[in-house]
């Protein structure tokens, strides 16, 4: 009981991804031994609510001086993690100790084939082109398959440096009749179509994250990872 009342110390106020999740882990571990909850998956709805209207609660006192908007923006991302990965943490908390390492695989982690080797090259383009043409046949998604192709040049899966030659490299990869929604197709990913606000944005990258992490091209996963953690330090 010590142990999960010093991690939930510890923890109080995390704005980590990591520190969360380990805030609600040991939280759980308390209200199990004290035998005021039971059930794991009941635990995460409350979780889930609390997390997201957090979110919106700091989100506001964000514009106030002093008061870090960061933690409102974790606490968003928490709750929408704990809904893609529901399964997952319930194996996770239901544990007797829990470490950095597995909370991290969990958030950040790349699935391998089960002999440890990456994937072949071609295999991301031909799923990254499949997601592609998807966002384009979606109304309102075209600017994320904008992106999914910025972050694979970005990580060096197919060569091009200069904007024409990302433009021709696009249409030889996605057929000449898809036009980019951005023909500018920048180096920086997250710069297409970046009229937008910048929690819209992060909303697109980690829609853009799931993907990559899918698929297991853990170069995109890194590079996205950290557009989303320049972004969230500005909020």
């Known amino acids: 009981m010590d142990k999960y009342r010093k ?23 308390i209200q199990q031994n004290k035998g005021k909850v039971s059930n794991v998956g009941s635990f995460l709805d409350e979780c889930i609510e609390i997390a997201a209207d957090t979110g919106k609660y700091f989100k506001v006192l964000g514009y106030l001086p002093f008061i870090n908007s960061k933690y409102g923006t974790e606490q968003e991302r928490i709750s929408k993690f704990i809904k893609l ?6 194996t996770l908390f239901l544990k007797d ?25 071609d295999y991301y383009l031909e799923k990254t082109k499949e997601k592609i043409l998807k966002c384009y046949s979606v109304k309102g998604k075209k600017q994320l398959g904008d992106r999914i192709f910025g972050y694979l040049l970005k990580s060096e899966l197919l060569q091009a440096h200069t904007p024409e030659e990302r433009l021709n490299t696009w249409h030889q990869f996605t057929g000449k009749e898809i036009v980019p929604s951005d023909t500018k197709l920048h180096a ?5 179509r970046s009229n937008m606000d910048s929690l819209t944005l992060i909303e697109h ?4 994250l799931d993907f990559y992490k899918e698929i297991g091209l853990e170069k995109a996963v890194d590079f996205i990872r ?4 320049k972004l969230s330090a500005k909020n």
């Not at 990965?85 to 319930?90: C, G, P, V």
């Open 97 to 121: 100790e829990i470490t950095d390492k597995e909370i991290e695989e969990l958030l950040y982690g790349i699935s391998q084939p089960s002999n440890g080797e990456p994937k072949a090259n």
């Open 7 to 29: 991690l939930y110390n510890e923890n109080l106020l995390g704005t980590s991804d990591v520190s969360i999740l380990k805030f609600y882990y040991a939280s759980f571990k």
């Open 226 to 229: 950290k557009d989303i953690d």
């Open 188 to 192: 920086n990913p997250r710069l297409n």
């Open 85 to 90: 990965r529901r399964k997952d943490i319930e």
């Open 205 to 208: 990258l980690e829609s853009i």
